[in-house]
């Protein structure tokens, strides 16, 4: 099973865009499902996280900018990213961990804000 994200790509600042992660195929027991994304030369980070009761986490620098949500019956997940940032340009990466702690991650979409 893979996860694919989708919906990268390149804006202007101030504009947005939507994430998309779909599995390829069945995965039990989800737990957390979360998106991270890593800027050339820096390390990859969390961006929002999100439980199967709907509680979310996010990184400092996306707060009242980004929303993360979920569909647990069809196990996908989506990021809005609103008002969006120069220094939000990165390739995002979808992630999964289930409850028996296996992890999964997707390919990874590149977002490109332009200033």
């Known amino acids: 099973v893979q996860l694919q994200a989708s919906g990268g790509g390149l804006v202007q600042a101030g504009g947005s865009l939507r994430l998309s992660c779909v599995p390829s195929g069945s995965i039990f027991s989800i737990n957390i499902m979360g998106w991270y994304r890593q800027a050339p030369g820096k390390q990859r980070e969390l961006v929002a996280e999100?439980?199967?009761?709907?509680?979310?986490n996010y990184a400092d620098s996306v707060k009242g900018r980004f929303t993360i949500s979920r569909d647990n019956a069809k196990n996908t997940m989506s990021l809005q990213m609103n008002s969006l940032k120069p220094e939000d340009t990165a390739v995002y990466y979808c992630?999964?961990?289930?409850?028996?702690?296996?992890?999964?991650w997707g390919q990874g979409t590149l977002v490109t804000v332009s200033s």
């Open positions: 999100i439980t199967p009761r709907g509680n979310a």
């Open positions: 992630h999964v961990v289930t409850w028996g702690a296996s992890e999964l």
